[in-house]
């Protein structure tokens, strides 16, 4: 699976997430397109404009309330997905690109080719390895 990232920040922080060998320019045309437009940058933007083109889903109207998925909250947000690209207009995208983008493209994938997808987390104790599986919010319930 490949996706490419753009934004029209001039340094995206969200890059950080990567390797900079991930970068595949030139490559064949991606699987999935994220787009993220920082509304701070290239002003002004005409909202109102993108309150009409936002998703009508259940999680557009979550990213428009500023709610973008289980704890992770921010600004409202403008999500418009056409088939395999998306765009957020937003003015922070930290609480979005990883905690939902990324684990929603490797669920998606995950999906396609008949596997399962876990949202998991492992340590070692005296050399065994042990597996933590559910919400991260139960994990920090034993700390």
Not at 105 to 124: D, F, N, P, Q, V
Request: proline residues 4%.
């Amino acid at each position: 699976m490949s996706v490419e990232i753009r934004s029209n920040e001039q340094h995206f922080t969200g890059m950080r997430y990567f390797p900079p060998s991930s970068d595949l320019e030139g490559q064949t045309p991606a699987d999935y397109t994220l787009n993220f437009c920082n509304l701070n940058v290239d002003t002004p933007w005409d909202l109102q404009a993108l309150s009409k083109e936002r998703d009508r889903s259940y999680r557009g109207g979550r990213f428009a309330a500023g709610y973008y998925i289980t704890d992770h909250f921010g600004s409202p947000a403008y999500l418009v997905t056409r088939e395999s690209h998306y765009w957020v207009y937003a003015a922070d995208f930290e609480a979005m690109l990883w905690p939902y983008f990324v684990k929603l493209l490797l669920t998606i994938h995950s999906m396609k080719l008949g596997l399962l997808h876990l949202k998991a987390a492992s340590i070692a104790v005296d050399g065994a390895g042990i597996l933590l599986v559910g919400r991260g919010e139960a994990a920090r319930q034993f700390y």
